[in-house]
């Protein structure tokens, strides 16, 4: 056990609500909330517990909290469902449904405050407000530095091997429990030890009046390790020495009465401060981002992506390892990152014009790798197994270094990067990869490889330093342990077909280490967690407005039953992204598969382009048109008229947008820094004048019936 790690979290939940929709004829409505939580590893919710219910309120705040455990490497999956109480049944389904919501914990404790709001989906109008708060604990620490003098010889041929062990002191002397332990001095009668650390509520629960016992050891190899002598003390005790160096008599209790006894050595405190430990949540609160970068295997040993046998085999029914491997730690680490925008590379692959790269980008992008968010890292992926040939050799250094560059600008804990490599075989520069890695430590960083495949996977066990410093072939060590090795293969055992277990199992073991990882860089280099911001409420007219269906990432294929109806119901919308259900009257040539890593096409002119520049038009991209297709920071679209999402811009008559993209056709909305417009195009935002002669316009050569043929005429409202 490591005594030095942060407390374990736990966290509070508390909900309010406003505007709920009034269900009552001569009052208000009563409302209550139920809270459910996801199963780890399935898609199954499960209520957690329910909130009072307040009499005639449509601006609850509720006073039922929930306290529930905090694991950074799974996706907590949390449900809020609203109900208008008619009875005293316990029964839901006897009272009346006014909405629910769907939030990440992660996504909740990386906004500012702590509190993140929602708009109720499925009943109507109304926002609902989650505050996530990490319970207050004992975070004190003590730091010693201890050392002691003329301790008895305990070795016939030597010396001793001295070391300290420290107890906590139950009810009585009899009972203590062991909290911390010294590395052995090795033949020595005046040991100096390292300084150490000891959680305040691990030593003495926080009492600095509670006794705590010391104890001197003499190490042997055979386990029968010799006693030296004791002594027992408190903080308070300690703290009246003052500042100078505090003297203990190590006393053994069988020598006591002994007349010439004075006692078995001395032990003297050198040093002995109280400091707060910071926790991973406090700087996450403070506004640390996690940068996510992906790197992806592209030798040759993986198999022609073509054949079932491959290792790349895009499988129609089932993600392949790489997918999952992606899916599962990107889900996870995309909560904390606010830009959602994550650099992607392979290594190992031959490129269109023959040159053989260790770092390309995966997009096909040569002036930028970053896609937005995890479907984008998948749409990427699938993109360059198109265009990239099956090569080699394995080296990781290149993409260990140009990931350890992009960290060198955010050494102040605002930011802290995280790289993921998935590969499937041996490396080839072993050493330049421990070099890299071993510079990589002093920065804000961490690396986590995923293996795939039945490849031996030995080496990467030795850059999984857990016992021991990484040394390069210089001599120069690691400053911390910052790699994480799995084999993707211990994960598929027994389990193959279950492959959401599968990515759950793998994203808890590949992340638990990361928040002490992180903790541990910020506290080496002395920097505090910053005080959390301020709440930051949705637009009134966002939180007001009657409420439109949309897609949230969160609710994809984890509703329980009584949340499971088709969003989109109208003719010509898109269909639905539940799983199982059918297709809601698409639009005329629409693809009916929304489902990601699956290729969507249509036939409706003035299809999007592809969101790669300079490829050939739409492969594996999301597509959109009058037909009301959602996605995830997208503008919901609808015929003449748009119900924006939240920090998107608006859009009208018809029109698609497709960030960083900048082909255009007929029909089609302007893009994000592009001039080229068509007959039927709308203004982009600010809303530029279709007519010619304005300064700073877009050329517009508008069409009646498109757009706004008349230079007074204001677009729809939304």
């Not at 048109?625 to 919901?636: C, E, H, I, L, R």
Request: aromatic share 10%; charged share 20%.
């Amino acid at each position: 056990m490591d005594y030095n790690k942060p407390p374990k979290s736990q966290v509070e939940v508390s909900i309010s609500c406003a505007n709920l929709r009034n269900m009552d004829w001569f009052s208000k409505s009563d409302p209550m909330c139920v809270f459910y939580t996801k199963q780890f590893g399935t898609n199954q919710f499960r209520e957690f517990g329910r909130t009072e219910t307040i009499k005639d309120n449509l601006n609850p705040k509720f006073s039922t909290t929930f306290k529930m455990d905090y694991f950074f490497e799974e996706q907590q999956n949390l449900q809020f469902d609203i109900y208008d109480v008619d009875s005293s049944s316990s029964a839901l389904n006897n009272h009346d449904f006014l909405g629910t919501s769907h939030f990440t914990i992660g996504e909740i404790i990386s906004c500012p405050g702590g509190t993140k709001e929602k708009r109720l989906i499925k009943g109507g109008k109304g926002v609902i407000r989650v505050t996530i708060e990490e319970i207050a604990e004992c975070k004190q620490i003590i730091n010693f530095k201890f050392q002691a003098k003329h301790v008895d010889k305990k070795d016939f041929f030597g010396k001793s091997d001295p070391y300290l062990a420290f107890y906590r002191v139950g009810a009585t002397k009899d009972s203590k429990f062991r909290v911390f332990k010294t590395e052995v001095i090795k033949n020595t009668l005046n040991p100096v030890w390292r300084p150490l650390r000891i959680k305040l509520s691990d030593l003495c629960n926080g009492d600095a009046d509670r006794q705590f016992k010391i104890e001197c050891w003499d190490w042997d190899s055979d386990g029968s390790d010799d006693f030296i002598g004791e002594v027992y003390t408190s903080l308070n005790e300690l703290k009246s020495h003052g500042n100078v160096i505090k003297t203990l008599d190590l006393l053994n209790p069988q020598k006591r009465n002994k007349r010439s006894y004075k006692n078995s050595g001395v032990l003297e405190i050198l040093t002995m401060e109280l400091s707060e430990i910071q926790t991973f949540l406090d700087y996450i609160r403070g506004g640390m981002q996690l940068n996510f970068s992906v790197a992806v295997d592209f030798t040759a040993s993986n198999g022609d992506p073509r054949t079932a046998s491959s290792l790349h085999y895009m499988n129609q029914y089932q993600p392949n390892q790489y997918q999952m491997a992606l899916r599962a730690v990107g889900d996870i680490i995309q909560d904390y990152d606010t830009d959602k925008q994550f650099a992607c590379y392979g290594f190992g692959g031959q490129l269109r014009n023959g040159h053989v790269s260790h770092d390309f980008n995966l997009n096909g992008n040569p002036q930028t790798p970053f896609v937005a968010g995890v479907d984008g890292i998948l749409q990427a992926y699938h993109y360059s197994l198109q265009t990239v040939r099956l090569y080699g050799p394995t080296n990781f250094s290149h993409v260990i270094r140009k990931v350890a560059q992009q960290c060198q600008t955010g050494v102040d804990g605002s930011v802290y990067n995280v790289l993921l490599i998935i590969t499937d075989g041996v490396i080839t520069d072993i050493d330049n990869t421990i070099s890299e890695i071993v510079l990589a430590s002093l920065l804000p960083m961490s690396i986590i490889i995923v293996g795939v495949g039945n490849a031996d996977f030995d080496q990467m066990e030795m850059l999984d330093a857990d016992n021991r410093q990484l040394v390069d072939r210089r001599g120069q060590k690691a400053d911390r342990d910052i790699v994480q090795f799995v084999p993707f293969r211990e994960f598929l055992k027994g389990s193959s077909q279950d492959f959401i277990q599968c990515q759950a199992r793998l994203a808890r073991e590949v992340l638990a280490e990361l928040p002490d990882q992180v903790t541990g860089w910020m506290t080496k280099r002395g920097i505090k967690a910053k005080p959390p911001s301020d709440f930051v409420a949705l637009p009134p007219d966002l939180a007001t407005q009657q409420n439109t269906p949309y897609y949230d990432s969160a609710t994809a294929s984890t509703m329980p039953a009584q949340a499971t109806a088709p969003l989109y119901t109208q003719q010509g919308q898109a269909p639905s992204h539940q799983p199982g259900q059918a297709v809601q009257q698409p639009y005329p040539g629409q693809s009916p598969s929304y489902q990601p890593g699956q290729a969507v096409q249509q036939s409706y002119p003035g299809q999007a382009p592809s969101s790669y520049p300079n490829q050939p038009q739409s492969y594996q991209v999301p597509t959109q048109n009058s037909g009301n297709a959602p996605y995830d920071n997208t503008a919901f679209q609808q015929h003449g008229a748009v119900v924006p999402y939240p920090n998107t811009p608006l859009q009208y008559s018809d029109s698609v947008s497709y960030s960083a993209t900048q082909y255009q056709q007929p029909g089609n909305a302007p893009y994000p820094g592009s001039t080229l417009q068509n007959s039927g195009n709308v203004p982009f935002p600010a809303n530029a004048p279709q007519q010619s002669g304005y300064t700073n316009a877009p050329i517009q050569q508008p069409s009646v019936g498109n757009g706004y043929p008349l230079a007074n005429q204001q677009p729809p409202l939304p």
